[in-house]
């Protein structure tokens, strides 16, 4: 299988699991063990670092209107309740 191919099936899982409530890189692992093992190269964990940032590129693009209102309505008490849970996660997570 050509590395190009390759590259494109781990870009369409990485994706299409991004938006799901499930780990995409998990998924990536996976999906690049049931290649052949020709694509060596996505073997290496720079493919998956590389791809991260494309992936949170989507997901901001999709929720900008979101994140415009967001800053622009920050004062506002609704806004509070929402920007404190997202604080909540990224805690969690870091």
Avoid: C
Avoid at 28 to 56: C, K, M, Y
Avoid at 82 to 94: E, S
Wanted: negative net charge; without cysteine; hydrophobic residues 55%.
């Amino acid at each position: 299988m050509p590395d190009w191919l390759t590259a494109v099936i781990l870009g369409v899982v990485e994706g299409v699991t991004e938006f799901l409530p499930i780990s995409s890189t998990g998924h990536l692992l996976l999906v690049e063990h049931w290649l052949p093992p020709g694509a060596q190269f996505l073997r290496d964990e720079l493919f998956t670092v590389i791809v991260q940032p494309g992936a949170v590129a989507a997901v901001l693009l999709i929720f900008w209107k979101r994140l415009v209102n967001l800053a622009r309505d920050w004062r506002k008490p609704e806004s509070h309740d929402y920007i404190a849970k997202l604080l909540v996660v990224f805690g969690i997570t870091v």
